[in-house]
C-alpha cells in the first residue's frame, strides 16, 4: 500500500516561531501537495509539487514556503507561525505527469497522510 | 463557481443503500469526478473517479448524469464503519482539484 507518512500529529506552537511539518511517501510519487483543512472552509490548497526542486502556489500561499529537495519529502515552513495558521495540515501525493485528471488510469488519485494538527497559541 | 455542491449530512441505517449527489453544473468535458471519503481523525481516502460512465469498484458505484452536471456516489450495503465525510472533487480552473464541504454520513445501528 502506498504509504504517506507525516511527521507530527500534534503539535503547539508560539507566535512568531518557525514551524517545520514533514511529509515522506513511499511509492515514487511524482507529484506532492500540502492543504490544511478548516471547518465550514473545507480543504484548500497550500503549495504543490511536481518534481524534485519545482512547486507551485496553490490557493492560500501567503505565509507558507515548501521544500522539496528529494522526491519522497515534502516539507511545509511557516517562516513565522500566527494564530490565523492554527489548523489540520494535510500532505497528499500522486503519480502521473501534471495536469492532473485528464488520465483515464488512477494515477492522478491522492493519497493522503493521516493529517498534523497544528496550534498557535 | 467552480465548486461542488453537496447536502451538509445524510443519514442512512446499516445494511441499507446510501445515494450521496453531487452537483458539478460548469464540469468541463475532459475532466474526472472524483470521491473520497475522510473518516473520523484521518485523511481523505479515495473512494472512486470516473468521467462518463457508470463506474463500481470494491468500495462503491458512481453514476454520473448523461449531461455529466451531477453524480452520484451508492454505498450498496452502509455500514458502520461508512460513517464519514464524503467529498465529490473535480478540477478546478487550474487544473487541480477543487474540493467542496463534503457531505457528513451517519450511520445507524
Known amino acids: 500500500d502506498v504509504k504517506v507518512t507525516q511527521s507530527s500529529r500534534y503539535l503547539v506552537k508560539r507566535t512568531g516561531e518557525k514551524v517545520f511539518l514533514e511529509c515522506v511517501q513511499d511509492m515514487d510519487h511524482e507529484n506532492m501537495f500540502w492543504y490544511r483543512q478548516d471547518p465550514g472552509l473545507g480543504l484548500r490548497l497550500i503549495y504543490f509539487s511536481y518534481d524534485v526542486k519545482m512547486k507551485e502556489k496553490g490557493d492560500i500561499p501567503e505565509g507558507y514556503s515548501v521544500s522539496r529537495e528529494k522526491k519522497e519529502r515534502f516539507s511545509l515552513i511557516l517562516e513565522s507561525a500566527s494564530t490565523n495558521q492554527t489548523s489540520m495540515y494535510l500532505c497528499?501525493?500522486?503519480?502521473?505527469?501534471?495536469?492532473?485528471?485528464?488520465?483515464?488510469?488512477?494515477?492522478?488519485?491522492?493519497?493522503f497522510g493521516a493529517g498534523s494538527r497544528l496550534t498557535v497559541l | 463557481d467552480a465548486k461542488t455542491t453537496q447536502p451538509n449530512s445524510m443519514e442512512s441505517n446499516e445494511e441499507e443503500p446510501v445515494h450521496l449527489p453531487c452537483n458539478h453544473s460548469?464540469?468541463?468535458?475532459?475532466?474526472?469526478i472524483h470521491w473520497y471519503r475522510q473518516l473520523p481523525s484521518q485523511g481523505p481516502e479515495y473512494v472512486i473517479h470516473g468521467l462518463t460512465s457508470n463506474v463500481n469498484n470494491r468500495m462503491a458505484s458512481l453514476a454520473i448524469a448523461e449531461d455529466r452536471k451531477s453524480s452520484t456516489l451508492i454505498l450498496h450495503r452502509a455500514t458502520l464503519r461508512d460513517a464519514a465525510v464524503y467529498y465529490c472533487?473535480?478540477?478546478?480552473?487550474?487544473?487541480?482539484?477543487?474540493w467542496g464541504l463534503g457531505t457528513s454520513l451517519a450511520v445507524n445501528p
Open positions: 472533487t473535480r478540477a478546478g480552473n487550474n487544473r487541480k482539484l477543487i
Open positions: 460548469t464540469i468541463s468535458g475532459t475532466d474526472y
Open positions: 497528499a501525493s500522486s503519480s502521473g505527469q501534471f495536469p492532473l485528471l485528464l488520465s483515464p488510469s488512477g494515477a492522478n488519485v491522492l493519497t
